[in-house]
């Protein structure tokens, strides 16, 4: 008889005892994270060359997240245009630290853009690119070259 109730006691509370374990998963909050992107904006080349004296470029900086397929912009920024030689060398990068709070990080995905829009007498070029910040990962780095 003590082990017929044993059996059974044990056959309710394990079940139980699962249920209890998966069901506070499901609501326990995660707490909310914050993500460091570093960008640097830079010229490869140094387009002294008389062929871009009338070239210029300007570049847009966009920091958005999504969740549930609803994109969110959280950062979006412009930066002057500039002739294509007066943008600073790989050494003395144009540098621009952005913290993006409140990302719970197993739901929402952050994602940097950049569009870099070329003008060369009236003709625009915009070339676009960017990357995403993964799960867990608290830094980005970002390097805009033009």
Avoid: C
């Amino acid at each position: 008889m003590k082990s017929y109730l044993l059996e059974i006691l044990l056959g309710i509370s394990l079940p139980l005892a699962i249920f209890h374990t998966q069901v506070s998963k499901i609501f326990t909050a995660e707490k909310p994270v914050s993500k460091q992107i570093s960008l640097s904006i830079a010229r490869e080349a140094s387009y002294t060359s008389k062929v871009y004296d009338n070239s210029r470029a300007s570049v847009r900086v966009v920091i958005f997240k999504v969740k549930n397929k609803k994109q969110v912009i959280l950062w979006d920024k412009t930066y002057d245009t500039l002739q294509l030689r007066d943008y600073p060398t790989l050494g003395n990068a144009l540098h621009n630290s952005v913290t993006v709070s409140n990302i719970v990080d197993s739901k929402e995905k952050l994602y940097v853009t950049y569009m870099i829009t070329y003008n060369t007498n009236g003709s625009l070029v915009t070339v676009e690119d960017g990357t995403s910040l993964l799960k867990g990962e608290a830094q980005g780095d970002v390097q805009i070259k033009i």
